[in-house]
């Protein structure tokens, strides 16, 4: 695998700066941005009380929504605004008050026009809770 240039790294983190001032939703949620490259992004945030569905464990959505940020930062990061054409999850475990869940999205090929992405999220311990599979549609519209 090759490492990425400076100058394409330095690309992917101005294009996460430039998303993030009005990102209101992905503020909301609380999630904090560790990395951004080529093709890939880990965030990670805190599961708070105002998260938690009926049963006390993680609404869905906002495993979703925090899985659906990190596709939109990776996808983004070439400098091509991007947006998803097609996106799925599967939920394996659920996370609980207090988790601190990582949120790592993957660049799995890329085209002219279509990019494809696979996304891990998993707790503090390693547990997998869900897989995100996003395919983004590359625009012609340059982001910086």
Known sequence: MRQPSAASTARAEAVKERMLQ????SKLLGLEVDEVGPGYCRLHFTVRPDM????????????????????AFACNSHGRQSVGLTVTIDYLEAGKLGDVITVEAREEGLKHKVGVYTIRLTNQHGTLLALFKGTAYRTSNEIL
Do not use: E, Q, R
């Open 22 to 25: 009005n990102d209101a939703f």
């Open 52 to 71: 938690l569905n009926g049963f006390a464990a993680l609404h869905g959505g906002v495993t979703f929504s925090a899985a659906d940020s990190a596709f």
